[in-house]
């Protein structure tokens, strides 16, 4: 049987999975103080640039506005997970920078993590992964032609 999927249903469904993965962070990592969006935030720079990353790096691989990405570090910051270091030569180049608070917790926040991701993702196989990534990544590709 062949369903007749609606623009909007799609986007509703996408919507629905952003919501309950939100939930599930919070949930599963029972934090707080932060948004799931926060602490999937801090997992990436612990796996991505543990050692600290520019912003305008951060900016180009995340994908979000730069003040929305700008907020976001702000918040980490005020939370003590993450700093700013701004080069003496050049202010424009701002580097941003695991906090020992977050390397400290890093480990057991990766953990769990990695576990919430192998039980979300275990009821899918290689291809299905495959699908769905190359899904995303036309779905990505086409938000940059609209911006």
């Known amino acids: ?4 999927l609606s623009s909007e249903d799609l986007l509703f469904m996408m919507k629905r999975i952003s919501t309950r993965l939100t939930a599930q962070i919070e949930t599963r990592l029972g934090q707080k103080t932060m948004t799931g969006v926060q602490v999937y935030f801090l997992v990436y720079i612990l796996r991505h640039h543990p050692k600290g990353t520019y912003l305008t790096e951060l900016y180009r691989e995340i994908g979000i506005s730069k ?13 003590e997970y993450l700093y700013i270091h701004t080069d003496s030569e050049d202010i424009r180049k701002k580097k941003v920078l695991p906090t020992a608070k977050l390397i400290g917790e890093g480990d ?9 991701e192998s039980e979300l993702f275990s009821g899918l196989n290689p291809q299905e992964k495959k699908q769905l990534w190359d899904l995303e990544k036309k779905l990505i590709a086409q938000f940059a032609k609209m911006e």
Do not use: G, P
């Open 1 to 4: 049987m062949e369903e007749n």
């Open 67 to 79: 003040s929305t990405l700008s907020a976001l570090i702000k918040k980490m910051e005020e939370k």
């Open 108 to 116: 057991q926040l990766l953990r769990e993590v990695d576990q919430m």
